[in-house]
Protein backbone atom coordinates (compact mmCIF):
# COMPACT_ATOMS: atom_id res chain seq x y z
CA UNK A 1 0.00 0.00 0.00
CA UNK A 2 1.05 3.45 -0.71
CA UNK A 3 2.16 5.62 2.13
CA UNK A 4 0.73 8.58 2.84
CA UNK A 5 3.95 10.62 2.47
CA UNK A 6 4.61 9.19 -0.80
CA UNK A 7 1.11 10.19 -2.22
CA UNK A 8 1.41 13.43 -1.20
CA UNK A 9 4.84 13.84 -2.92
CA UNK A 10 3.58 12.41 -5.98
CA UNK A 11 0.22 14.45 -5.91
CA UNK A 12 2.65 17.55 -5.73
CA UNK A 13 4.79 16.41 -8.87
CA UNK A 14 1.80 15.90 -10.87
CA UNK A 15 0.83 19.86 -9.69
CA UNK A 16 4.01 20.92 -10.87
CA UNK A 17 3.60 19.20 -14.45
CA UNK A 18 0.28 20.70 -14.91
CA UNK A 19 1.08 24.12 -14.20
CA UNK A 20 3.92 24.16 -16.38
CA UNK A 21 1.73 22.33 -19.26
CA UNK A 22 -0.24 26.42 -18.87
CA UNK A 23 2.98 27.21 -20.65
CA UNK A 24 4.30 24.42 -22.34
CA UNK A 25 3.84 22.44 -25.64
CA UNK A 26 1.25 19.22 -25.15
CA UNK A 27 3.25 16.09 -24.14
CA UNK A 28 4.21 14.63 -27.90
CA UNK A 29 4.88 18.00 -29.21
CA UNK A 30 8.06 19.19 -28.32
CA UNK A 31 8.52 22.82 -29.13
CA UNK A 32 9.00 23.97 -32.63
CA UNK A 33 12.51 26.33 -32.41
CA UNK A 34 11.47 27.92 -35.46
CA UNK A 35 8.12 28.81 -34.10
CA UNK A 36 9.42 32.04 -32.12
CA UNK A 37 6.77 34.61 -30.25
CA UNK A 38 7.81 38.23 -31.13
CA UNK A 39 5.02 39.93 -28.58
CA UNK A 40 1.70 40.67 -28.17
CA UNK A 41 -0.45 43.07 -29.31
CA UNK A 42 -1.65 45.32 -25.56
CA UNK A 43 -3.16 47.80 -27.21
CA UNK A 44 -7.21 47.60 -25.91
CA UNK A 45 -8.99 47.81 -28.86
CA UNK A 46 -7.10 45.25 -30.63
CA UNK A 47 -8.66 42.47 -28.69
CA UNK A 48 -9.09 39.57 -31.61
CA UNK A 49 -6.51 39.91 -34.78
CA UNK A 50 -8.07 37.93 -37.70
CA UNK A 51 -6.07 39.59 -40.13
CA UNK A 52 -2.88 40.60 -40.90
CA UNK A 53 -0.65 42.12 -43.68
CA UNK A 54 2.53 43.75 -43.88
CA UNK A 55 2.93 47.18 -45.75
CA UNK A 56 4.01 47.83 -48.67
CA UNK A 57 5.31 51.30 -47.83
CA UNK A 58 6.21 51.25 -44.43
CA UNK A 59 9.00 49.78 -42.66
CA UNK A 60 8.20 48.20 -38.83
CA UNK A 61 4.28 48.41 -39.87
CA UNK A 62 1.61 45.65 -40.28
CA UNK A 63 -1.53 46.20 -40.52
CA UNK A 64 -4.30 43.97 -38.38
CA UNK A 65 -7.94 44.02 -38.11
CA UNK A 66 -10.24 42.32 -35.38
CA UNK A 67 -12.53 39.42 -36.04
CA UNK A 68 -16.51 40.11 -35.89
CA UNK A 69 -18.04 42.42 -33.66
CA UNK A 70 -15.85 45.30 -33.65
CA UNK A 71 -16.00 48.60 -36.09
CA UNK A 72 -14.95 48.77 -39.01
CA UNK A 73 -11.06 49.89 -38.73
CA UNK A 74 -7.68 48.79 -39.15
CA UNK A 75 -4.66 49.01 -37.03
CA UNK A 76 -1.06 49.71 -37.59
CA UNK A 77 1.36 47.76 -35.54
CA UNK A 78 5.54 47.02 -35.06
CA UNK A 79 7.14 43.84 -35.37
CA UNK A 80 6.13 43.58 -31.14
CA UNK A 81 2.42 43.90 -31.27
CA UNK A 82 2.85 47.28 -30.26
CA UNK A 83 0.63 49.73 -32.22
CA UNK A 84 2.02 52.90 -33.92
CA UNK A 85 -0.46 55.82 -32.19
CA UNK A 86 -0.46 58.87 -33.87
CA UNK A 87 1.66 61.60 -32.35
CA UNK A 88 -1.35 63.56 -30.60
CA UNK A 89 -2.25 60.20 -28.54
CA UNK A 90 1.25 59.70 -27.00
CA UNK A 91 1.29 60.77 -23.51
CA UNK A 92 0.28 64.30 -22.88
CA UNK A 93 -0.05 66.57 -25.88
CA UNK A 94 -0.22 70.42 -26.71
CA UNK A 95 -3.35 72.20 -27.01
CA UNK A 96 -2.60 75.68 -27.84
CA UNK A 97 -0.44 77.23 -25.44
CA UNK A 98 -1.49 74.89 -22.39
CA UNK A 99 -0.65 71.33 -21.65
CA UNK A 100 -3.69 68.89 -21.81
CA UNK A 101 -3.52 65.90 -19.49
CA UNK A 102 -6.73 65.04 -19.96
CA UNK A 103 -7.24 61.20 -20.35
CA UNK A 104 -8.40 60.63 -23.58
CA UNK A 105 -10.03 57.34 -24.71
CA UNK A 106 -7.40 54.90 -26.58
CA UNK A 107 -6.74 55.25 -29.55
CA UNK A 108 -9.41 53.98 -31.91
CA UNK A 109 -7.32 53.08 -35.25
CA UNK A 110 -8.20 53.64 -38.89
CA UNK A 111 -11.68 54.08 -39.54
CA UNK A 112 -13.14 52.75 -42.80
CA UNK A 113 -15.85 55.39 -44.17
CA UNK A 114 -18.94 54.25 -45.92
CA UNK A 115 -17.87 50.69 -44.84
CA UNK A 116 -19.63 48.07 -42.74
CA UNK A 117 -17.68 45.52 -40.57
CA UNK A 118 -19.97 42.43 -40.33
CA UNK A 119 -16.93 39.63 -40.20
CA UNK A 120 -13.73 40.28 -41.33
CA UNK A 121 -11.41 37.50 -41.89
CA UNK A 122 -8.37 37.88 -43.68
CA UNK A 123 -6.46 40.99 -45.49
CA UNK A 124 -4.20 41.00 -48.52
CA UNK A 125 -1.71 43.50 -49.98
CA UNK A 126 -0.66 44.11 -53.13
CA UNK A 127 0.75 47.52 -55.10
CA UNK A 128 0.02 49.79 -52.31
CA UNK A 129 -3.28 48.34 -52.00
CA UNK A 130 -5.32 46.81 -49.28
CA UNK A 131 -7.99 44.35 -49.48
CA UNK A 132 -10.20 43.66 -46.95
CA UNK A 133 -12.39 40.45 -46.78
CA UNK A 134 -15.47 40.59 -45.30
CA UNK A 135 -16.21 36.70 -45.98
CA UNK A 136 -16.77 35.22 -43.00
CA UNK A 137 -20.08 33.44 -43.25
CA UNK A 138 -20.19 30.61 -40.04
CA UNK A 139 -24.32 29.63 -40.74
CA UNK A 140 -23.34 29.66 -44.37
CA UNK A 141 -26.53 32.01 -45.44
CA UNK A 142 -24.75 35.43 -46.09
CA UNK A 143 -25.98 37.08 -49.20
CA UNK A 144 -23.42 40.18 -48.76
CA UNK A 145 -19.90 39.19 -48.40
CA UNK A 146 -17.84 40.99 -49.71
CA UNK A 147 -14.19 42.55 -50.28
CA UNK A 148 -12.91 46.03 -49.55
CA UNK A 149 -10.38 47.50 -51.49
CA UNK A 150 -8.76 50.71 -49.82
CA UNK A 151 -5.47 52.83 -51.12
CA UNK A 152 -3.12 52.41 -48.31
CA UNK A 153 -2.69 55.86 -46.22
CA UNK A 154 -0.34 56.80 -43.75
CA UNK A 155 -0.10 54.38 -41.03
CA UNK A 156 -1.40 56.56 -38.17
CA UNK A 157 -4.22 58.45 -40.26
CA UNK A 158 -7.65 58.78 -38.52
CA UNK A 159 -9.69 57.64 -40.97
CA UNK A 160 -10.04 56.61 -44.75
CA UNK A 161 -12.27 55.48 -48.00
CA UNK A 162 -12.50 52.20 -49.51
CA UNK A 163 -11.96 52.48 -53.24
CA UNK A 164 -14.61 50.05 -53.57
CA UNK A 165 -16.29 47.27 -52.50
CA UNK A 166 -16.53 44.02 -54.15
CA UNK A 167 -19.75 41.97 -53.49
CA UNK A 168 -19.39 38.32 -53.99
CA UNK A 169 -21.11 35.13 -53.86
CA UNK A 170 -20.24 31.37 -54.35
CA UNK A 171 -21.40 29.44 -58.25
CA UNK A 172 -22.03 26.40 -56.36
CA UNK A 173 -24.10 27.76 -53.15
CA UNK A 174 -27.60 26.81 -54.32
CA UNK A 175 -29.72 28.27 -51.07
CA UNK A 176 -29.29 30.00 -48.23
CA UNK A 177 -28.14 28.78 -45.72
CA UNK A 178 -26.65 26.46 -48.10
CA UNK A 179 -27.44 22.34 -47.52
CA UNK A 180 -23.70 21.85 -47.28
CA UNK A 181 -21.71 24.26 -45.35
CA UNK A 182 -18.41 24.87 -47.50
CA UNK A 183 -19.05 28.55 -48.05
CA UNK A 184 -17.54 29.70 -45.13
CA UNK A 185 -13.98 31.48 -45.94
CA UNK A 186 -11.16 33.57 -43.44
CA UNK A 187 -8.46 33.32 -46.24
CA UNK A 188 -7.97 35.65 -48.75
CA UNK A 189 -4.80 36.32 -50.87
CA UNK A 190 -3.93 38.48 -54.12
CA UNK A 191 -2.04 37.50 -57.12
CA UNK A 192 -0.74 40.42 -59.88
CA UNK A 193 -4.26 41.67 -59.09
CA UNK A 194 -6.52 39.15 -59.22
CA UNK A 195 -8.18 38.15 -55.71
CA UNK A 196 -8.67 34.61 -54.16
CA UNK A 197 -10.75 33.25 -51.62
CA UNK A 198 -9.93 29.59 -49.72
CA UNK A 199 -13.13 28.56 -47.58
CA UNK A 200 -13.65 26.00 -44.73
CA UNK A 201 -16.23 23.18 -44.65
CA UNK A 202 -18.17 22.43 -41.32
CA UNK A 203 -19.58 18.90 -40.72
CA UNK A 204 -23.58 19.07 -41.43
CA UNK A 205 -24.90 22.36 -40.33
CA UNK A 206 -23.51 22.83 -37.00
CA UNK A 207 -21.12 25.97 -36.45
CA UNK A 208 -19.01 23.96 -34.43
CA UNK A 209 -18.00 21.05 -36.15
CA UNK A 210 -15.17 22.00 -38.63
CA UNK A 211 -14.16 19.31 -41.39
CA UNK A 212 -10.74 18.93 -43.25
CA UNK A 213 -10.57 20.38 -47.11
CA UNK A 214 -10.97 23.69 -48.67
CA UNK A 215 -11.92 24.84 -51.56
CA UNK A 216 -9.86 27.45 -53.78
CA UNK A 217 -12.01 30.43 -55.32
CA UNK A 218 -11.33 33.17 -58.07
CA UNK A 219 -13.00 36.75 -58.33
CA UNK A 220 -12.75 37.58 -62.17
CA UNK A 221 -15.37 40.39 -62.23
CA UNK A 222 -14.92 44.02 -60.32
CA UNK A 223 -19.12 44.83 -60.96
CA UNK A 224 -19.42 47.61 -58.41
CA UNK A 225 -23.29 47.32 -58.20
CA UNK A 226 -23.89 43.72 -59.30
CA UNK A 227 -22.91 40.68 -57.26
CA UNK A 228 -19.29 39.18 -58.48
CA UNK A 229 -20.34 35.67 -58.32
CA UNK A 230 -16.17 33.76 -57.79
CA UNK A 231 -14.77 30.95 -60.25
CA UNK A 232 -14.11 27.75 -58.65
CA UNK A 233 -10.19 26.94 -59.54
CA UNK A 234 -9.37 24.09 -57.34
CA UNK A 235 -9.81 21.92 -53.88
CA UNK A 236 -7.51 20.48 -51.59
CA UNK A 237 -9.49 17.39 -49.94
CA UNK A 238 -7.25 16.93 -46.15
CA UNK A 239 -5.94 20.06 -45.50
CA UNK A 240 -7.07 20.79 -41.91
CA UNK A 241 -9.48 24.03 -41.61
CA UNK A 242 -7.92 27.32 -43.23
CA UNK A 243 -7.68 30.22 -41.48
CA UNK A 244 -5.40 32.59 -43.11
CA UNK A 245 -3.73 32.76 -46.35
CA UNK A 246 -0.69 34.88 -47.94
CA UNK A 247 1.54 35.16 -50.80
CA UNK A 248 4.95 35.08 -51.21
CA UNK A 249 6.84 38.74 -51.62
CA UNK A 250 8.48 36.97 -55.28
CA UNK A 251 4.80 35.31 -56.22
CA UNK A 252 6.58 31.62 -56.28
CA UNK A 253 4.81 30.15 -52.58
CA UNK A 254 1.79 29.88 -51.10
CA UNK A 255 1.43 30.20 -47.08
CA UNK A 256 -1.90 28.62 -45.63
CA UNK A 257 -2.53 28.84 -41.78
CA UNK A 258 -4.52 26.61 -40.28
CA UNK A 259 -5.91 24.88 -37.13
CA UNK A 260 -2.72 22.22 -36.82
CA UNK A 261 0.35 24.62 -38.60
CA UNK A 262 0.84 25.99 -42.01
CA UNK A 263 1.15 24.21 -45.75
CA UNK A 264 3.63 25.85 -48.13
CA UNK A 265 2.15 25.13 -51.81
CA UNK A 266 4.40 25.69 -55.15
CA UNK A 267 3.39 27.77 -57.82
CA UNK A 268 1.76 25.73 -60.61
CA UNK A 269 3.83 25.35 -63.89
CA UNK A 270 0.72 26.38 -65.66
CA UNK A 271 -2.85 28.25 -64.39
CA UNK A 272 -3.34 28.77 -60.97
CA UNK A 273 -4.85 25.26 -59.29
CA UNK A 274 -2.61 26.19 -56.11
CA UNK A 275 -3.98 23.26 -54.39
CA UNK A 276 -3.06 20.79 -56.77
CA UNK A 277 0.47 21.02 -55.80
CA UNK A 278 2.84 19.08 -53.59
CA UNK A 279 2.48 20.79 -50.29
CA UNK A 280 5.13 21.13 -47.46
CA UNK A 281 3.01 20.75 -44.18
CA UNK A 282 4.34 22.37 -41.35
CA UNK A 283 2.77 20.97 -38.28
CA UNK A 284 3.21 23.18 -34.91
CA UNK A 285 1.68 22.61 -31.77
CA UNK A 286 -1.73 23.89 -31.12
CA UNK A 287 -0.87 24.05 -26.87
CA UNK A 288 1.42 27.10 -28.43
CA UNK A 289 0.09 28.45 -31.58
CA UNK A 290 -3.50 28.06 -30.25
CA UNK A 291 -6.13 29.66 -32.56
CA UNK A 292 -4.01 31.22 -35.44
CA UNK A 293 -6.00 33.45 -37.27
CA UNK A 294 -4.16 34.90 -40.17
CA UNK A 295 -0.25 35.08 -41.58
CA UNK A 296 1.70 37.27 -43.76
CA UNK A 297 5.35 36.99 -45.26
CA UNK A 298 8.05 39.38 -43.57
CA UNK A 299 10.65 38.09 -46.36
CA UNK A 300 11.18 35.30 -48.50
CA UNK A 301 12.16 32.99 -45.16
CA UNK A 302 9.64 33.97 -42.69
CA UNK A 303 6.41 33.90 -41.72
CA UNK A 304 4.41 36.30 -39.56
CA UNK A 305 1.50 34.76 -37.76
CA UNK A 306 -1.00 36.12 -35.08
CA UNK A 307 -3.95 34.46 -33.28
CA UNK A 308 -6.91 35.51 -31.57
CA UNK A 309 -5.10 35.70 -28.12
CA UNK A 310 -2.97 38.33 -29.36
CA UNK A 311 -0.09 36.78 -29.55
CA UNK A 312 2.09 37.22 -32.50
CA UNK A 313 4.35 35.19 -33.94
CA UNK A 314 7.40 34.32 -36.67
CA UNK A 315 8.05 31.16 -38.16
CA UNK A 316 11.49 30.54 -40.13
CA UNK A 317 11.36 28.55 -42.75
CA UNK A 318 14.83 27.69 -43.15
CA UNK A 319 16.89 27.40 -46.49
CA UNK A 320 15.29 24.48 -47.97
CA UNK A 321 12.80 26.52 -50.16
CA UNK A 322 11.76 22.93 -52.10
CA UNK A 323 8.36 21.99 -51.31
CA UNK A 324 8.69 18.65 -49.19
CA UNK A 325 6.67 16.86 -46.48
CA UNK A 326 7.42 17.43 -43.07
Not at 19 to 43: V, Y
Not at 87 to 97: D, F, H, K, L, N
Not at 178 to 203: H, Q
Amino acid sequence: MISFRVLRVLVAGLAVLLAAGASSPAWGQPADPRLQKDGEATHPPIDEMSGIVKSPQFDNVWWVHNDSGDSPRLFAIDSTGAAHLAPWRRGTYAVGAALDTTDRPAWPGLHLGAAAHIDYEDMATEDSTLYVGDIGNNGNARRDLGIYVIPEPYYYARRTRPMMHLQIRYPDQKTYPAEKWDYDAESLFVDDGTLYVLTKRRKGQKINQLDSGTTLYRLDTERLHRVNTLTLVDRHPSIAPPTGAALSPSGDRLAVVCTTGVWIFSRPEKGDQWLSTEPRAIELPESRLKQAEAVSWDDPQTLRIVNENRDVFTLSLGGDRAPDAE
